[in-house]
């Protein structure tokens, strides 16, 4: 069984400092693991993503996460925020039989000036 | 990399009316693609699982008669919504899985559908 928790439902920051989004996980199998934007009223634009290669995962626009596997956690996070980050994030779990794809609750990410 | 279109981006319709959604994938062929459906601040549930050639698999509590899912080709997937009603209002969201490839789907932008 899979499942994928966010543990933050909202995230405040200043624009400037740092990004932390929490995402836990739980798999049978190894898993692949993604994480997701979506801008109001658009669809879901593909940040960055792991499947089993470096456990630090650089992906678009200076987010990165790291795959924990004693933790079972990635959690995405960015230096410096911007206003135009503001969004929600979705965690996103899939196993590599790549059958089942499992979304968190999401996290919506304000971003203050 | 891979792109997913789906059409319409918005629609409209009133109650009682059936909706059609297509999700093409543009420049990949899918065997396999998904079916989600996102209320207001909430995730993305999964409705229902398409495979090419074979009915689709649809995830518990998802009516099948409700939910019409036709995957005639490796590129078109489409979902109707029959005798809609604003309950069935909602964002709709496709997303693909490559041939061959077994971990990363590609979304599609989503339809907006509002039962009035």
């Known amino acids: 069984a899979q499942s994928v928790t966010q543990l933050d439902s909202h995230v405040s920051v200043s624009e400037g400092t740092p990004v932390l989004l929490r995402c836990n996980y739980s798999s049978s199998y190894s898993p692949s693991l993604f994480w997701y934007v979506q801008h109001p009223n658009k669809g879901l634009q593909l940040l960055l993503k792991?499947?089993?290669?470096?456990?630090l995962v650089k992906g678009i626009n200076g987010f990165e996460a790291e795959f924990k596997k004693s933790e079972t956690s990635f959690h995405l996070t960015k230096p410096s925020a911007h206003m135009s980050d503001a969004a929600e994030y979705f965690c996103v779990v899939s196993n590599t039989g790549g059958f089942k794809t499992i979304f968190g609750a999401g996290t919506r990410l304000f971003v203050k000036a | 990399g891979a792109v997913v279109s789906q059409h319409p981006s918005r629609v409209i319709c009133k109650s009682g009316t059936s909706v059609k959604i297509e999700c093409r994938s543009l420049?990949?062929?899918?065997?396999?693609m998904f079916w989600y459906r996102q209320f207001p601040k909430q995730s993305l549930m999964l409705m229902a699982t398409s495979n090419e050639g074979s009915k689709a698999t649809y995830e518990q509590g998802v009516e099948k008669d409700k939910f019409l899912i036709n995957h005639a080709s490796l590129t078109l997937s489409t979902l109707t919504v029959t005798s809609a009603h604003p309950e069935d209002s909602s964002f709709y969201i496709c997303?693909?899985?490559?041939?061959?490839?077994?971990?990363?789907?590609?979304f599609g932008q989503g339809t907006r559908l509002t039962v009035v």
């Open positions: 420049d990949f062929q899918a065997t396999t």
């Open positions: 792991y499947t089993s290669a470096a456990t």
């Open positions: 997303s693909a899985r490559q041939q061959g490839r077994n971990t990363e789907a590609f």
